[in-house]
Every structure is written in structure tokens, then in C-alpha cells.
């Protein structure tokens, strides 16, 4: 992918059986592993993290919580080191079953599946869930990242491999590192959060080779409108950054787009290793 990701160059894999992780002194309130019970929302470590308390108490816990925050960061690459290929897919959480994009995520993720593809989505329900029975229905690994939040999220029930996270910042560098693309259904905040923080890394270069696709042409045309008519108008983005959204309105499309950008990728990797290799 790009430079500022790596990639685990093999075939798509088997969830593989990992040992429980060893036991952190420093978070002896904590159980190991990335599994948390529902909690009161006061007790959300996310939010005491961005709160600001008095300097005593910070002396006493942000230096600390450093360390949760990279005990989650290292159960994370290791839960998810063997993923590849993979595409994570977003929408909204309140997406009903009747509603046509929920058939829609399960056909394209199924669809992405088939060709090899893990799907990773944030374990939840909605969108989220119908991206997860797709990814069973086409026999690939199906993947949640849940996120602990103020009111109780549980896994939805076609995710093969479950992680649940404290922090948002953590969870989001998940999907990104150990995805190939991203598919954006109708969502809200949450899907927006995903869908600009990609593109940012995609204008600074921070990633390559990484398409961000938006399935809905008449959900996202408002959108689209005034980020032509307004931000680009404005020299705020360039033209490129906007050609860096694809909007599609079928599964299949999807599935040509991001076969398309993994093969290129493929290709880069396999010229710059016999490149290293002649030299």
C-alpha cells in the first residue's frame, strides 16, 4: 500500500488461534485481551482520556494510560497481523433490515469476499452487520472492531473474529492499516469520521494505492456537490482530492474498483522486490 502503512504480503488466511495475551502489572484493573464488558458511561476511557481534570489527577493517570493505550495498539497487530487482503466497510449502525442498502452491503461484501477479500467492519449492527453476513456468505474471514460506547454495542452475529476497543483513535488505525480500500455506506457521524479521516491520509500521502468508494449516488450527491461547488471553489482541496472519491451505485462496480487497485498494488510491490533483488 503506502508508505505510511505496511502490508503483510500472503494469501488470505484462516482466523488463526491466538495464545491469551500476557497479563499488563501496570493495568491491574483490567482483564488481558481487547474483550470489555458493558460499563456505566461515566467509566468510558476514551472519555476520561479528553476530559480535563485538575493537574493532580493528571500527574496521577494520563502518564499511565499511555500505556493501556499501547497495550491496545499491540493486541490489535498482533489480532490482526495474518489479515490479507481485506476492505472495510462502513454505514450506519440504525440501517434496518428492510432498508435496500442493508441487501446491498450483504451482496457486495459477498461479492469482495468471493474474490478473496476479508471484510472489516465495527462489529455492529446495521450496515455494519449486513457487511459481516456478506463476508460469511462468500467465504471469506469476517472481521467486527467494535468500539465500547455510552450505551451497550454488542457484537453482531456473523463475525467470525471479534475485537472490541476503548479508543476510537486506535480502532480507526485498524481499519486503515490492514485495509485495502474503503466502502462507505449511508451512515452518520461515525461513517463520516471514517470517510474523511481516510481521505486526509490519502491527500498527505500518508497512504497510496487506497480507494475510498461511496455507494449511494443519491445519498452522497449533496455531499459531493458542495465539496465541488464550495471547498474546491474555494482552493481548499484540490481537483485531485476530489477524484480520489469514487461514487457507485452497484455491487459490482465495487468489486471492479478495488480488484483494480489490488492488482496495481500487487504489481508495484512485485517490481520493487526484483528491483531490490537485481540490485
Not at 502503512?5 to 491466538?18: E, Q, V
Not at 474503503?182 to 461515525?190: K, N, R
Not at 475510498?212 to 465541488?228: D, K, M, Q
Request: hydrophobic share 40%; proline share 6%; with cysteine.
Amino acid at each position: 500500500m503506502g508508505t505510511g502503512f505496511s502490508r503483510f504480503r500472503g494469501g488470505l488466511k484462516p482466523a488463526p488461534t491466538f495464545p491469551a495475551p500476557t497479563y499488563n502489572p501496570w493495568m491491574a484493573d483490567e482483564k488481558p485481551g481487547l474483550t470489555i464488558p458493558p460499563t456505566r458511561n461515566e467509566a468510558l476511557e476514551d472519555r476520561k482520556l479528553l476530559d480535563r481534570p485538575t493537574r493532580a489527577a493528571t500527574l496521577q493517570s494520563d502518564s499511565w494510560r499511555v500505556l493501556r493505550i499501547t497495550s491496545e495498539f499491540v493486541t490489535g497487530f498482533d489480532h490482526l497481523a495474518d489479515v490479507y487482503p481485506a476492505v472495510s466497510i462502513f454505514g450506519s449502525a440504525r440501517t434496518k433490515l428492510a432498508d435496500r442498502y442493508y441487501d446491498l452491503a450483504v451482496k457486495t461484501a459477498a461479492l469482495l469476499a468471493e474474490k478473496g477479500f476479508a471484510i472489516i467492519t465495527g462489529g455492529g449492527p446495521g450496515i455494519m452487520q449486513a457487511a459481516n453476513k456478506g463476508a460469511q456468505q462468500g467465504g471469506a474471514l469476517s472481521i467486527g472492531c467494535n468500539i465500547q460506547l455510552p450505551f451497550e454495542q454488542e457484537i453482531n452475529p456473523y463475525v467470525d473474529k471479534a475485537m472490541e476497543f476503548r479508543y476510537f483513535f486506535v480502532r480507526k488505525t485498524m481499519f486503515i492499516k490492514y485495509s485495502e480500500a474503503f466502502v462507505t455506506f449511508p451512515g452518520g457521524f461515525g461513517t463520516l469520521d471514517e470517510l474523511f479521516g481516510a481521505l486526509v491520509l490519502i491527500q498527505t500521502k500518508k497512504i497510496s494505492d487506497f480507494p475510498v468508494i461511496l455507494f449511494g449516488s443519491e445519498y452522497w450527491a449533496g455531499l459531493i456537490n458542495w465539496l465541488r461547488e464550495r471547498v474546491l471553489a474555494a482552493n481548499n482541496v484540490t481537483q485531485e482530492d476530489i477524484d480520489s472519491i469514487y461514487v457507485v451505485d452497484e455491487p459490482e462496480e465495487v468489486c471492479k474498483i478495488v480488484l483494480a487497485y489490488h492488482e496495481k498494488a500487487e504489481r508495484k510491490y512485485t517490481d520493487e522486490g526484483e528491483g531490490v533483488a537485481s540490485s
